[in-house]
């Protein structure tokens, strides 16, 4: 075992002779109206956890939750037609998997991709003096929950459901390209709780610039409205001990630190020599990814500034 649940990573990591294994298993229930693309972004929540760690997928296996004679014909097969579609995309194989019946539905993969156990990014990989990368941005919780109550239309959810689908694998190429050592995806904790698994695995402090974060469109608005998830209440609290805001933040801007992700993107530790060069090289890939923050030696510890 290269990796473990100690540092609370993304996927566990085996070594197989020059090689090493990473597995991971997740699935997620419906956010959407439309089954094909709810089974792409599960797949692609999924199979993230293999890129967070600096992995390629090789296969996978689907974990279906089905409610047994409750949906229209063609949901389902629809649903295995994405998550087979972005598995394909991911250069993987889907070699099969297993369901069962369940009132509520649930689908995401068990994944086993392949890393160089030299250069694996871990939540233990960051070090004093570099910067924080994000490349997705944040907001997914409240928007999916303001599509749930009819407060956003399709249009307004677009975006969205276009970030969610893209998978993390460039991301996580071009982190290891120019030389990054830390990372994690943010999905159910919210920013402020997967930092806070890489400061307690490494060791430091990490302080993140809030008006450098990007957003998704529609986030504040809904947020004013009251909308909100059970998730950003919980990760708060989770998270006091060890969270400080230094900023001031009024509960609107704070409810985005712990706003709960699905598929959201790689929060990446890289050299301060080539930061510039790694978000350029995200940006012209195709990413809107945003220096926000950096790493320094403290108390482990996560700092709104």
Not at 93 to 101: I, T
Not at 229 to 246: H, L, P, Q, S, V
Request: proline fraction near 5%; charge should be negative.
């Amino acid at each position: 075992m290269l990796v473990g649940p100690a540092t609370s990573d993304d996927a566990g990591v085996y070594a197989l002779g020059a090689s090493a294994l990473v597995a991971t298993a997740d699935f997620i229930t419906p956010f959407c109206d439309d089954p094909y693309r709810f089974g792409r972004v599960a797949a692609a929540n999924s199979m993230s956890d293999v890129f967070a760690m600096g992995g390629e997928v090789l296969f996978a296996l689907n974990i279906c939750c089905f409610p047994e004679n409750k949906a229209p014909a063609g949901v389902y097969t629809s649903i295995l037609q994405g998550g087979l579609d972005a598995v394909r995309s991911a250069g993987g194989v889907l070699l099969g998997g297993h369901s069962v019946g369940d009132p509520e539905l649930k689908y995401g993969l068990a994944v086993v991709g392949r890393a160089d156990p030299a250069h694996l990014l871990t939540n233990a990989g960051a070090e004093p003096g570099q910067r924080l990368i994000l490349t997705k941005p944040l907001g997914s919780g409240a928007v999916l929950n303001a599509f749930r109550a009819d407060k956003l239309d399709e249009t307004g959810l677009e975006p969205v459901l276009a970030s969610m689908e893209r998978l993390n694998a460039t991301a996580a190429r071009l982190a290891l390209d120019h030389g990054a050592t830390g990372c994690t995806d943010i999905t159910g904790f919210g920013l402020v709780g997967h930092a806070l698994e890489i400061a307690r695995a490494s060791g430091v402090e990490l302080r993140v610039r809030f008006d450098a974060l990007p957003v998704y469109p529609g986030f504040y608005e809904m947020t004013a409205a009251g909308v909100s998830t059970k998730g950003t209440r919980a990760n708060r609290a989770a998270a006091a001990a060890d969270f400080e805001d230094a900023a001031d933040l009024d509960e609107q801007c704070s409810a985005l630190l712990f706003d709960p992700q699905t598929s959201g993107g790689l929060l990446i530790c890289a050299p301060s020599d080539s930061s510039n060069a790694l978000v350029g090289a995200l940006q012209e890939a195709g990413e809107p990814a945003a220096e926000i923050g950096e790493v320094v030696e403290g108390t482990p510890r996560v700092v709104a500034l």
